[in-house]
């Protein structure tokens, strides 16, 4: 089952992937998934990958609005 998400991240970053993408003539999803899997394949990432969400825990606060209106918005270059 595939579930639509979404999230925030650097736009330089993120306009790197979609290039990216569109190099490899996939969609940006299709780059994100397997890129999010070889990451979560890997045991030894285990102790970094805490690390990393102990370290980031709360790094963007935002108002409940912004993120209701995150959450709602339908432009699909946003979602990955």
């Known amino acids: ?3 639509k998400v979404s999230t925030i991240m ?3 970053l993120f306009q790197r992937a979609k290039i990216e993408a569109a190099r490899q003539g996939r969609p ?3 780059l994100v998934e397997s890129a999010l899997e070889a990451y979560l394949a890997n045991p030894a990432d285990q102790k970094r990958r805490h690390l990393t969400v102990a370290e980031s825990w ?3 606060a935002l108002p409940s609005g912004v993120v209701r209106e995150i959450m709602e918005d339908d ?3 946003f979602y990955v």
């Open 10 to 12: 650097d736009a330089a």
């Open 1 to 3: 089952m595939r579930r």
């Open 28 to 30: 940006l999803s299709a």
């Open 75 to 77: 432009d699909d270059d």
């Open 58 to 60: 709360g790094a963007f």
